[in-house]
């Protein structure tokens, strides 16, 4: 598998860990999900992210469940590599780098407080991790508090060249977008990818302020390609028509605390996993969130047929 690079571009979209309702790692339902998420059309698929529950696994669940993805995948694979020290997450990174990954993800280790902190930090991730290891620098200040200027982001990828990506999460976060597309404009620093997260909340618009794409766990990942395809046609309309029939159902999954069990929920509706399951401590619904789960997406199913085009043939019913 070819390595990251700053002209990544597309859908990678964050996978679940499929568990059995014992609480193991479920292989069949890891396969099939794998297998939908490349028949969807994304560029990449990204493990052991917030969403892959990766602080509830152990060193070898998480290298095996790599492993896995590895060998079923069809696109690139990044690993989400954030740990307490820096040895750990060095260690980590080459491993997963060895079984076959494209890159690793690294977000800023909570307590960070300013600028100079912040880059210390980086620098030091740099050094561990050397020029050979593709970096997606994650940055989400609801998760960690820690916040990253856009001088600081240009500073970063401007020193260390095997920074390749940015997964941008910042909320609000338009205008800083916009200040980093800028920097690239006037020569400030090499282009860059980057990617869009926050449950792809906000896509159609970021993608006007020059993303490259989302990094989103959403359970319809074929949607969020379809509408980034729409945008780069020049249909920007027919994508943010699209988004717009699915925004409710986003927005549903965005809900802190619950979102994780509501997303594996519907995949589970979608034959894509066998279990719903979070490992404890991790959210589980009750019967109004099932019955609540159930209306929200036969809206969604009444909503995509109002659209003028034919939905992709992969957005099926999943209500039942």
Not at 107 to 134: C, H, I, K, M, S
Not at 296 to 320: F, H, N, T
């Amino acid at each position: 598998m070819s390595l990251l690079d700053a002209s990544a571009s597309g859908v990678y979209v964050i996978s679940a860990t499929p568990f059995t309702d014992s609480g193991a790692l479920d292989w069949p339902s890891t396969d099939r999900l794998v297998d939908h998420y490349c028949a969807s059309g994304v560029a990449g698929i990204t493990v052991l992210g917030v969403m892959g529950e990766a602080p509830k696994l152990s060193r070898e669940e998480s290298e095996a469940f790599v492993a896995r993805v590895l060998k079923r995948a069809t696109v690139p694979v990044v690993v989400g590599v954030s740990q307490p020290g820096l040895r750990l997450l060095g260690d980590f990174a080459r491993r997963v780098m060895d079984l076959g990954a494209a890159g690793v993800m690294v977000a800023a280790a909570a307590g960070l407080r300013t600028d100079e902190q912040a880059y210390a930090y980086f620098a030091a991730v740099a050094a561990e991790l050397g020029d050979a290891v593709p970096v997606v620098l994650q940055d989400y200040p609801p998760l960690n508090g820690v916040f990253l200027s856009a001088t600081l982001i240009d500073r970063l990828f401007s020193e260390f060249p095997s920074f390749v990506m940015l997964k941008h999460e910042d909320v609000p976060g338009l205008r800083k977008l916009s200040q980093l597309r800028a920097a690239e404009a006037r020569g400030a620093r090499r282009r860059i990818s980057i990617l869009v997260g926050t449950g792809a909340l906000y896509l159609p618009q970021e993608l006007a302020r020059g993303a490259d794409g989302a990094m989103s766990g959403f359970a319809f990942p074929e949607m969020l390609v379809e509408v980034c395809r729409r945008f780069r046609a020049g249909d920007r309309d027919g994508a943010e028509d699209l988004f717009d029939a699915y925004l409710p159902a986003i927005r549903h999954e965005q809900q802190p605390g619950i979102g994780l069990a509501l997303r594996k929920e519907t995949l589970r509706r979608r034959g894509l996993i066998a279990s719903a399951r979070t490992r404890a401590p991790g959210p589980s619904l009750d019967a109004e969130d099932h019955a609540e789960l159930t209306r929200m997406l036969d809206r969604l199913e009444r909503a995509r047929r109002r659209l003028d085009e034919p939905a992709p043939a992969q957005l099926r019913r999943v209500s039942g």
